[in-house]
């Protein structure tokens, strides 16, 4: 059985064909089966890096009754 072969598609110019369900580069015409009706994946999954939270801890002295 052959190996698949591994592709390297940009989020920005990634389409998911609506018809077929693959993933292609082009946003005119589906390259599995020919289809126009493409959605591009950067609009649905593309989000913005969040900044993780300062991990400073302020340390004060315990109270003690």
Do not use: K, T, W
């Amino acid at each position: 059985m052959p190996l698949p072969m591994l592709m390297h598609i940009p989020l920005e110019s990634a389409y998911l064909c609506q018809d077929c369900n693959c993933v292609g580069n082009s946003s005119r015409q589906c390259p599995a089966c020919a289809s126009e009706v493409l959605m591009s994946l950067a609009g649905v999954l593309d989000r913005e890096v969040q900044e993780m939270p300062d991990s400073r801890y302020s340390y004060f002295p315990a109270l003690v009754a």
